[in-house]
């Protein structure tokens, strides 16, 4: 099974502020790695798909790159909305693996 | 507008057994694979298992922590996903999500979600 470590847990930061989470993957997955936003008591909304494929109607500000086995998901301005969890999970071969979450939190 | 709505979580005691259900709307159902992924209380998602469309065959695939326990299976004629869940242990306690899967050139995802619905397994 491939395997999806995502760094880093947890994060403090502030409106405005541009923030980068790195998913890494056990073997290499081409661009097969999917991004999700969960906010506290909800369900989870794809943000990114195919490595850097922005969603229909996610904000511009959200960004996606990398392939093989390391990624990232770029805020490039943090918006209240924007406090929450992200999940990278690979969408190539089952198991889907998730990563563990990144905890995004407000300073 | 598409919908999934779970139904059929609650309080189960280990060792026994619960069928979740998820009732989809506002698409063509029958063409579209469905899965299912579970979230502990305080944890991250985990991947239990998908199905495929009748057109891919309507296999099957699950994560191992799972397999041989549930099974997944769907009414496509009632646009309906089902999750059985036997032999329950303490630690598949989660809110379970049911999710439609979407292709896009060979990259799958899961672009709409149910509610979610709470499973207890406690004595």
């Known amino acids: 099974d491939i395997q999806m470590t995502q760094s880093p847990s947890s994060l403090s930061a502030s409106v405005g502020d541009r923030v980068t989470i790195t998913c890494r993957a056990s073997?290499?997955?081409?661009?097969?790695l999917n991004w999700y936003q969960q906010k506290p008591g909800k369900a989870p909304e794809l943000l990114i798909y195919?490595?850097?494929t922005l969603r229909s109607g996610v904000p511009s500000r959200f960004s996606g790159g990398g392939s093989g086995a390391v990624f990232t998901l770029t805020i490039s301005s943090l918006q209240p909305d924007d406090f929450a969890s992200y999940y990278c999970q690979e969408s190539l071969t089952s198991p889907y693996t998730f990563g563990q979450g990144t905890k995004l939190e407000i300073k | 507008e598409v919908q999934l709505v779970e139904s059929g979580g609650g309080l189960v005691q280990p060792g026994r057994s619960l069928r979740l259900s998820c009732r989809a709307s506002g698409f063509n159902f029958r063409d579209y694979a469905m899965s299912w992924v579970r979230q502990a209380p305080g944890k991250g998602l985990e991947w239990v298992g998908f199905i495929r469309s009748q057109a891919y065959g309507g296999t099957t695939e699950y994560a191992a922590s799972v397999k041989g326990r549930f099974t997944i299976s769907r009414d496509d004629s009632e646009s309906i996903a089902y999750l059985q869940m036997n032999s329950l242990k303490s630690e598949d306690t989660a809110v379970y999500y049911c999710?439609?899967?979407?292709?896009?050139?060979?990259?799958?995802?899961?672009?709409?979600w149910g509610q979610g619905t709470l499973v207890t397994v406690s004595s």
């Open positions: 073997q290499s997955i081409s661009r097969f």
């Open positions: 999710t439609s899967e979407y292709d896009s050139g060979g990259y799958y995802y899961n672009d709409d």
């Open positions: 195919a490595a850097s």
